[in-house]
Antibody, heavy 122, light 108 residues
Framework: QVQLVQSGAEVKEPGASVKVSCEAS????????IYWVRQATGQGLEWMGW????????GYVQKFQGRVAMTRDASISTAYMELYSLRSDDTAVYYC???????????????WGQGTLVAVSS | EIVLRQSPGTLSLSPGERATLSCRAS???????LAWYQHKSGQAPRLLIY???SRATGIPDRFSGSGSGTDFTLTISRLEPEDFAVYYC?????????FGQGTKLEIK
């Protein structure tokens, strides 16, 4: 069965960076894009960007341009999301999610990781 | 980007009742590329509906989606206790994909 297992919670100081991992299993990792979505406390879901595990190509929402990097290690079926220059309003649960279909363009997500809490506080 | 507005913000109903959730887009969603997710606190979101009306694998038939253009609806025909959660719509017809702010379905 398809599973996405994320790394554990992190506490960071403002200005630091954080790297969240997402290990995929149960399918061919390189066939489906990985999306990253976050949810700040009391807020809705916010789509951050995508990464193609085969090519390594990425696309980020303008809000995060220059402050996020989505990468992968295909040899271990793991995707990563690194967010730099953390601020208090980056405190959120970060989810990785699998794109639902293996075709170009944006799509829905059919499988999600369990979420990783990133808390930014001095 | 397309803005999605969900209504109501909170819906209070009893098990066995019918729930109707609305999602309105700021511009037409191409090819009915709209999805619905169920999200319970501390859990991963769960895909319910894609393509506006297609149920995802394993989703009970009490969940149904409808609509096109700018107006979409998620209907839960007879609420079960496990259905009380937050529901989000998402459009993926244009980039970037965007989510509505959510409707909280709570037990009355």
């Amino acid at each position: 069965q398809v599973q996405l297992v994320q790394s554990g919670a992190e506490v960071k100081e403002p200005g630091a960076s954080v790297k969240v991992s997402c290990e995929a299993s149960g399918y061919t990792f390189t066939n489906y894009d990985i999306y990253w979505v976050r949810q700040a406390t009391g807020q809705g879901l916010e789509w951050m960007g995508w990464m193609n595990p085969n090519s390594g190509n990425t696309g980020y929402v303008q809000k995060f341009q220059g402050r996020v990097a989505m990468t992968r290690d295909a040899s271990i079926s793991t995707a990563y999301m690194e967010l730099y220059s953390l601020r208090s309003d980056d405190t959120a649960v970060y989810y990785c999610a699998r794109k639902g279909v293996a075709v170009p363009g944006p799509y829905y997500s059919d499988y999600w990781g369990q979420g990783t809490l990133v808390a930014v506080s001095s | 980007e397309i803005v999605l507005r969900q209504s109501p913000g909170t819906l209070s109903l009893s098990p066995g009742e019918r729930a109707t959730l609305s999602c309105r887009a700021s511009q037409s969603v191409s090819s009915s590329n709209l999805a619905w997710y169920q999200h319970k606190s501390g859990q991963a979101p769960r895909l319910l509906i894609y393509g506006a009306s297609s149920r995802a694998t394993g989703i009970p038939d009490r969940f149904s989606g409808s609509g096109s253009g700018t107006d979409f609806t998620l209907t839960i025909s007879r609420l079960e206790p496990e259905d009380f959660a937050v529901y989000y719509c998402q459009q993926y017809g244009s980039s970037p994909p965007t989510f509505g702010q959510g409707t909280k379905l709570e037990i009355k």
